[in-house]
């Protein structure tokens, strides 16, 4: 991929971050990013939702506030009703209006399969950005969702998934990451991204080789969503969660059994978490915050200097 000469852009397609930065002034820079998804639950309105989540939250990651949006849809007009579409842009537009975003506008397509997002643009100030290359040894990281949305989201496809656990994790896809997003504006920190479609070994790999570090991560901090044990035990794991150990099991060097025991924090991910880096004390500040304002925060391990691996499990 050639690189931009243009000096105002800040973060580019080449890098591993979440969203591109691009300077309008010295006190404004554009924050860029497109997502979009297939269906993981039956109801429109909330895959709209879900959908709209996803998409925003690049923005967050990279310290910035969403500010337009722009709807992308793929939709089979012959095989199913113009209602079903109104009903996934309502859901979108929910979530875009809780953001306290604009809807621009947006592109409609006919296509087989059905798929929804967004086109984002957010605004930061272009020295106070967030990158997820910058973790340093000593931080901490510090989790804002469970995990399990990949795993459940086949269960409900297979129609196999127990109803708390389907509650659950609805919940969790259709919330913003807006909170924690405000909380990191009033911490140090030093690094972060979104935990998306590499699950969180990919995620945190993409950080702990940017910064050149090994990040350590504490199985028995990191949370999972309820029933997802069970689910994986039903072989209900999707095909993109083999996928992501195959691919970055090389990278970790764990005493665990990176077969079984890890599946969960290879799974894909749907609108998760913010996993962030900071210094101890601005940790615990985070975690103070967090818990004053109902925010789910965890901190799930710490950052060393470079190892053999870029990722520990321990």
Known sequence: MLRSTDPDLLVGPETSDDAGIYRISESIALVETTDIITPLVDDPFTFGRIAAANALSDVYAMGGRPVTVMNLAFFPACSLPLEILARIMAGGQEAVS?????????????????????????????????????????????????????????????????????????????????????IMAECQVSACTDVTGFGLIGHTMEMAVGAGVTMRLILDRVPVMEGVAGLIDDGLVPAGCYRNRDYYAGACTSDRDLRDKLLPLFDPQTSGGLLIALEPASAERFLDLAAARSCFAACIGEVVDRREHPVEII
């Not at 967030?130 to 949305?149: D, F, Q, Y």
């Not at 459940?152 to 129609?159: C, H, L």
């Open 98 to 182: 809780e953001a306290g975003a604009c809807l621009v506008g947006g592109h409609t397509v006919e296509d087989d399969e059905l798929k929804y997002g967004l086109a984002v643009t957010g605004l930061v100030h272009p020295e106070r950005f967030i990158r997820n290359s910058t973790a340093v040894a000593g931080n901490r990281l510090i989790l804002t969702k469970p995990l399990g949305t990949g795993i459940i989201s086949t269960a409900i496809k297979a129609d196999m998934v127990p109803a708390s656990t389907l509650e659950e994790a609805i919940e969790w896809m259709v919330r913003l990451n807006a909170l924690p997003a405000a």
